[in-house]
């Protein structure tokens, strides 16, 4: 069983920087590729980047690739965010999640089998 947090969310302008983390718990976290998806307001959650177990190999969504690093911790069971160049479109609520499943890093949300809870981001144009 993992629990996952999310933080680091708020309002920011156009062109800022927000570093959104994930607190997770259980000990197999290093085990789990990790996750980041968005849902903004009447629309389907996205894939945003993932990062697998070893943190070897990560993986973008074209719309926040050169702009957004995933990277992780695994000795602190965190996963973090980095989001470069914010435009106003990156709206969303973003969720961090992990799969204890897979073989492969995946950008499938239903192949992730833990949620945060959500953290509110807001960019301002």
């Known amino acids: 069983q993992v629990q996952l947090v999310e933080s680091g969310g708020g309002l920011v302008q156009a062109g800022g920087s927000l570093r959104l983390s994930c607190a997770a718990s259980?000990?197999?976290?290093?085990?789990?590729?990790m996750g980041w998806f968005r849902q903004a307001p009447g629309k389907e959650r996205e894939f945003v980047a993932g990062?697998?177990?070893?943190?070897?190999?990560?993986y973008y969504a074209d719309s926040v690739k050169g702009r957004f690093t995933i990277s992780r911790d695994n000795a602190k069971n965190m996963v973090y965010l980095q989001m470069n160049s914010l435009k106003p479109e990156d709206t969303a609520v973003y969720y961090c999640?992990?799969?204890?499943?897979?073989?492969?890093?995946?950008?499938?949300?239903?192949?992730?089998?833990?949620w945060g809870q959500g953290t509110q981001v807001t960019v301002s144009s």
């Open positions: 990062i697998s177990w070893s943190g070897d190999s990560t």
């Open positions: 259980g000990r197999n976290f290093r085990n789990y590729h």
């Open positions: 999640a992990a799969d204890s499943r897979s073989f492969y890093l995946s950008d499938y949300d239903g192949g992730y089998d833990y």
